[in-house]
């Protein structure tokens, strides 16, 4: 409608805005809302398209972005008391093409504290809710962006994935959500967490949409060391006539066997199968063996990164500086103590807790027992994915153990939050990319979904088969209280 002069993009970012300021009370999706700057982008647009300058792929169209990627005119603080009010001098590779291409920066939304968490109930900043019901969570890290697009504020948002956390919340908030292959969009700009699973992406309500802002912000980068440097797919041409005829469905037999998993997710993945099945695709029983060991080797790698990653945050450098009492520094000296100090109060429980655990896993002693180990677990992982993919061309199943469970129920287990994990570590373990479609609805009108998972550089067949799913249902248009 844009293009054809219908609204202009000043218009669309004032219904943003104003739909942000209805819902944020709510919602808190969430950290910093950029309303002066995203409006004088809009006015910028206008004026050059009126000139009939050229505009950019996504001239004028709001996007949000997690608060884990810097940006250099908006703080960037990963939830974290640690980061509070930091404003980056640059901007993520991701975000820079995002203004590239003419996108509204919107704002920086909620997350789970520096992304450790499937819940969004560690943010310094308070939990966000999800949409299709205040008393559910909108799961996590990306919390904030699947809750904004969720609750119609806006079409596009960037979220991020170490564990499952583009998917998850997806999955929670009836979105679609895309994790890339690891090393397909640039990480340089995003604060990391766990360097080797950590991957940026796109989520929207469709595949369409995601595989639109797929194509702005993939692609090769020499600043970031792990970015592939492989030719660019047309992952929006992927959506455009999708047809699964002939395709290799493997349906992932461990998941859908799972003790933990609910019956309304086993009845959308076998609804799945059965409209893959009339579609033309072949269907085919896998097993991941050391699937079990996912969680585990998980909860041992992405910790002991976060480790080594979040040592620098120590009240020296920039950031959080916590200040030492004098006995403090009678008996530890002072930069000892402003260490301490710092870290203790500029970090959150759960942040806290994975440092310790990975601390605790590299040390010497027990590097060999845990670390090690989980290397190994992690490779026998990735080659049940590589012989999976020998026999089929992509792997089908769920996403999430539950439906979205409700705020709080899972704070004091943390055994509990990491399980709804269980389906989703593989793929960054493997570094695979991997989807995330609504994929029905609860008796009591909470989204499930289901997941698509493809070989290494595989975005675009699995791109294509979710948009035949999405052709084929509607559960992607359906939206919070209608």
Same mark, same amino acid.
């Given at each position: 409608?844009?293009?054809?002069? %219908? ?6 970012? !004032? ?18 809302v ?9 006015? %910028? ?11 950019? %792929? *996504?001239?004028? +169209? ?18 974290s ?12 590779? @991701? ?6 291409a003419? !996108? ?7 997350m ?14 308070? @939990? ?14 990306? #919390? ?10 806006l079409?596009?948002s ?18 679609? #959500? ?10 340089y700009? *995003?604060?990391?967490?766990?360097s ?10 469709? @595949?369409e ?16 060391s792990t970015s592939?440097?492989?030719?660019a ?5 992927a959506t455009?006539a999708?047809?699964?005829r002939?395709l290799?469905?493997?349906? +992932? ?15 959308a993945?076998e609804?799945a ?9 072949e269907?085919?029983? +896998? ?8 969680? =585990?080797?998980y909860?041992? @790698?992405? =910790? ?16 959080f500086?916590g ?11 002072p *930069? ?12 959150g ?11 605790y ?23 049940d ?14 996403v ?23 389906f ?6 493997a570094?695979?990319p ?16 289901i997941q ?10 699995? *791109?294509? !088969? ?9 559960y992607?248009?359906r939206r919070?209280g209608?």
């Amino acid at each position: 409608m844009q293009a054809a002069g %219908e609204l202009t993009a000043e218009q669309i970012t !004032a219904a943003a805005v104003a739909s942000i300021r209805a819902s944020e009370p709510d919602v808190n999706a969430f950290t910093h809302v950029a309303e002066e700057s995203a409006m004088a982008t809009a006015r %910028e647009i206008d004026r050059r398209r009126s000139l009939g300058q050229p505009v950019g %792929e *996504l001239a004028g +169209i709001p996007v949000a972005v997690k608060d884990v990627l810097c940006t250099r005119d908006m703080p960037t603080t990963c939830s974290s008391n640690m980061l509070r009010g930091y404003r980056p001098p640059y901007d993520a590779t @991701v975000v820079k093409r995002l203004r590239e291409a003419d !996108a509204v920066l919107i704002g920086k939304t909620n997350m789970d504290e520096f992304a450790m968490g499937a819940s969004t109930e560690t943010s310094a900043f308070g @939990v966000t809710r999800n949409p299709w019901n205040r008393e559910r969570t909108p799961g996590g890290s990306s #919390g904030g962006a699947a809750a904004t697009v969720a609750a119609g504020n806006l079409p596009l948002s960037l979220g991020t994935d170490t564990g499952g956390s583009i998917r998850q919340p997806a999955a929670f908030c009836g979105i679609t #959500g895309l994790k890339p292959t690891y090393g397909r969009c640039s990480r340089y700009g *995003l604060i990391a967490f766990a360097s080797s699973l950590d991957q940026v992406g796109p989520m929207a309500w469709s @595949v369409e949409d995601a595989a639109l802002l797929m194509r702005i912000i993939g692609g090769f980068d020499p600043q970031d060391s792990t970015s592939l440097d492989t030719p660019a797919s047309d992952y929006v041409n992927a959506t455009a006539a999708p047809d699964v005829r002939g395709l290799r469905i493997g349906v +992932i037999r461990d998941a859908i066997d799972h003790d933990l998993l609910s019956p309304a997710i086993r009845h959308a993945v076998e609804l799945a199968i059965d409209v893959y099945r009339d579609a033309g695709a072949e269907i085919r029983d +896998i097993r991941l063996p050391h699937s079990r060991f996912g969680v =585990p080797t998980y909860y041992v @790698v992405a =910790p002991c990164e976060a480790s080594s990653n979040l040592s620098r945050y120590d009240g020296a450098h920039y950031g959080f500086r916590g200040a030492p009492g004098d006995q403090e520094m009678a008996d530890s000296g002072p *930069l000892a103590a402003t260490y301490c100090r710092t870290r203790a109060e500029g970090f959150g429980t759960e942040v806290k807790r994975r440092i310790m655990l990975g601390t605790y896993a590299l040390s010497t002693g027990y590097f060999d027992a845990y670390y090690l180990k989980a290397l190994k677990a992690r490779r026998l992982i990735r080659s049940d994915y590589d012989a999976a993919f020998e026999q089929v061309d992509m792997l089908l199943g769920p996403v999430t153990p539950s439906p979205a469970f409700r705020l709080g129920e899972k704070l004091a287990d943390p055994i509990q939050m990491y399980l709804c994990d269980q389906f989703t570590v593989g793929a960054n373990l493997a570094g695979i990319p991997a989807i995330s479609l609504p994929g029905g609805f609860t008796n009591d009108s909470l989204p499930v979904a289901i997941q698509l998972q493809g070989p290494p550089l595989g975005e675009v067949p699995i *791109l294509r !088969a979710a948009a035949a799913f999405q052709k084929a249902t509607d559960y992607h248009t359906r939206r919070p209280g209608r």
